[in-house]
């Protein structure tokens, strides 16, 4: 019996690989679908845990400080930043030269999709100059992040003495 069904089986085979044929065409078919549409995937970008770090009256500079996050699928590219409430917005970046802590302008910052940049005290963050209202603890002011695509990101940056904590959120 076994030996029987064995012996009809290169048939029943041939037939089956016939059909997983034409069922792989159909599924190179979505797949090649699928990439096109992957093709035209973004970047997503989420301003969490955004502060401005308090300073004394008339501080000529303050600092801006979040964790941006990429959940989309495409390398998110930062060029620029803005705000109506400060004269000029710019990404800066701190490094410790001859153990002297300088800062120098970045061009921008690239976040690849499912990471995050950490904008943080003593490291990277947005240089915020000529502010035009005063910046006590507790005012929010929004600032908004501007892509290479053009697309754009907005999140209010709360003044405060220290970084919120991640469990606020
Ligand atoms: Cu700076």
Redesign the pocket.
Known sequence: MRFDMRSNSPRVSGTTRNNQGNRCARAFALLLATMTIQASATGHLLIEQAWIREAPPGAM?L?GYAVLRNDGDAVVEISAAQSKIFGDV?I???VLEDGVSR???LKGLQIAPGTHVALAPGGK???LMDAKTPMVAGTPVELTLIMADGRTASAVFIVSADAPSPAAH
């Open positions: 500079m600092a710019s800066h970046e701190s800062m120098h302008e963050h947005l240089m």
